[in-house]
């Protein structure tokens, strides 16, 4: 079977927290999403692109490789990894559900 081209990660930022974390679940419009919360304030886009930063440093993958897919002006938001590694659904699944496998 081949290897997925992206994988698609939903996401609920919650901009101006005090430090930037990954990990908690929202049920959100786009489905279950991963919580990040970022310092960054939610002007200029700045919260999405420290989020997104943020997604690719949790995930373990370069930050070229997380793209946003939707939701530039809201806090539910979906953005795409570029060939993601099979293990990383799991992990997503774990910061998100807070699951040990």
């Known amino acids: 079977m081949p290897a997925q081209d992206t994988l698609t990660v939903a996401v609920r930022v919650k901009p101006g927290a005090s430090r930037d974390r990954v990990g908690g679940r929202f049920d959100g419009p786009h489905g279950p999403a991963l919580v990040i919360a970022v310092h960054a304030p939610a002007v200029d ?9 943020a ?33 990383l659904s ?5 910061l998100r559900d807070g699951s040990v496998e």
Not at 45 to 53: L, Q
């Open 45 to 53: 886009g700045r919260a999405t692109e420290a989020a997104r930063r």
């Open 55 to 87: 997604l690719a440093d949790a995930l373990g993958v370069r930050q070229a490789a997380v793209s946003l897919r939707a939701g530039a002006a809201s806090r539910d938001k979906l953005f795409l990894v570029d060939r993601p590694a099979p293990e």
């Open 90 to 94: 799991g992990l997503l699944c774990r």
